[in-house]
Nanobody, 122 residues
Framework: QVQLVESGGGLVQPGGSLRLSCVAS????????VGWFRQAPGEEREGISY????????YYSDDVKGRFTISRDSARNTVYLQMNSLKVEDTAVYYC???????????????WGQGTQVTVFL
């Protein structure tokens, strides 16, 4: 059974940085995608970034492009999301997920972490 554990969330002021980690364990397929999603109160879960282990392709939504960077350490089965220049509107619970298809659509991801809270406050 695949398990994902996120960490790295916290409180930060606008303009600050955080690095989220997503550690995977269990029966992971050889080629898969790891996505980062976020969900603010009252909002739908949105995909903001993903990385494909097959070809290394990375994607960023317009909201985070240029500020967030996704990376992978295959030896540690860990995917990171470096978040710089954080804004108040980045406040949300952040989730990582694993699935067979690189996409921002949540339903295509079968395994999810428990989420980590990111709060950007003035």
């Amino acid at each position: 059974q695949v398990q994902l554990v996120e960490s790295g969330g916290g409180l930060v002021q606008p303009g600050g940085s955080l690095r989220l980690s997503c550690v995977a364990s269990g029966g992971i397929q050889r080629d898969y995608a790891v996505g980062w999603f976020r969900q603010a109160p009252g909002e739908e879960r949105e995909g903001i970034s993903y990385i494909s282990t097959k070809d290394g392709h990375k994607y960023y939504s317009d909201d985070v492009k240029g500020r967030f960077t996704i990376s992978r350490d295959s030896a540690r089965n860990t995917v990171y999301l470096q978040m710089n220049s954080l804004k108040v509107e980045d406040t949300a619970v952040y989730y990582c997920a694993i699935g067979p298809v690189p996409t921002t659509i949540p339903k295509f991801y079968a395994h999810w972490g428990q989420g980590t809270q990111v709060t950007v406050f003035l």
